[in-house]
């Protein structure tokens, strides 16, 4: 059996490493123009000559928690596209939603400010009752989100494509209820995955439809983002501020607005990192079951993008 790696953006030899001590009747070995062909592919953002020369591919695991950089290469119909379940990053997505969400509700920037300028200030709590946050996606990394957020008791909604229940969670799913759950929640955070129905969902129309002082938290893709019209958004007041930490230009722009606006937060693409040692036993695990014919969770539906 032969596994190849291919990472646009990162050594993949620690994973090959990894891998092979994990899965030593494997040959695993990282990618390059003219190898030997594999069975089963590891990869993040590969280039169409990486599909185009290995056709004998059963397995494409992505090892991030996006795959439409994938769905918009020419993929042959028999292969499997496997995104990870989690790999570590749910808890860490939890733990940067609510950091934002908190950092929001408690009106942490301003205090930032004050001190910055020496002074002792005082704001009058907020209640939380008041503080809605409506989770956009609830596939995996989405449903650990709106649990973490209940621990600190805010109200939670929730959207999906198709009709969901999650545990303490006010569910709305398809078109027909998203100005529903837009108007319902004070803080949105975005967690859909990327398709061509999804992409500038984020734009003037849907955004205008939060609740004034609404606050945009987007750790999806930088894709589902209208940035100008966030912009304009926040410049009228209508919406309070952003979280960014995915933007469609990767780095940012020096020049790009958001880094100097002051009711908007950027990070660098860094709320939920794929975590190696988690990642390496769940690809290998697969790889085993899919060898013993037995099904494999994380299958991607090519068609509908996730």
Not at 13 to 21: A, R, T
Not at 221 to 242: F, Q
Request: glycine content about 8%; aromatic content about 8%.
């Amino acid at each position: 059996m032969n596994i190849t790696l291919f990472f646009a953006s990162l050594s993949p030899e620690p994973w090959v490493q990894g891998l092979q001590q994990a899965f030593p009747e494997a040959a695993v070995s990282a990618w390059v123009p003219g190898a030997p062909p594999a069975d089963h592919a590891i990869v993040w953002a590969p280039p169409q000559q990486f599909i185009d020369e290995q056709p004998g591919l059963q397995t494409l695991f992505n090892i991030g928690a996006g795959v439409d950089a994938l769905l918009q290469l020419r993929l042959p119909p028999s292969l499997k596209v496997v995104r990870l379940d989690d790999a570590g990053m749910s808890v860490q997505m939890a733990e940067y939603v609510c950091h934002a969400v908190i950092r929001h509700f408690r009106e942490f920037d301003a205090y930032d400010t004050d001190t910055q300028a020496g002074k002792w200030s005082f704001r009058k709590p907020r209640s939380r009752a008041d503080f809605a946050v409506g989770v956009m996606g609830l596939g995996v990394l989405g449903e650990r989100v709106a649990k973490a957020l209940q621990v600190f008791e805010f109200p939670v909604n929730g959207y999906s494509r198709s009709p969901k229940e999650v545990a303490g969670v006010r569910c709305f799913s398809g078109a027909q209820a998203l100005p529903d759950f837009l108007a319902a929640s004070r803080v949105l955070v975005n967690l859909m995955p990327l398709t061509p129905e999804t992409e500038n969902i984020l734009n003037h129309a849907t955004l205008s439809q939060l609740p004034q002082g609404g606050y945009v938290i987007n750790v999806a893709r930088g894709k589902h983002l209208v940035e100008d019209d966030l912009i304009a958004l926040i410049n009228k007041g209508h919406l309070a501020g952003a979280t960014l930490d995915v933007f469609r230009t990767e780095p940012l722009p020096a020049a790009h607005p958001f880094w100097q606006h002051p009711k908007i937060t950027v990070t660098p693409h860094t709320s939920a990192r794929t975590l190696r040692e988690e990642s390496i036993a769940q690809i290998v695990g697969k790889i085993r079951t899919l060898g013993r014919g037995e099904p494999i969770q994380g299958l991607v539906d090519t068609v509908r993008g996730y």
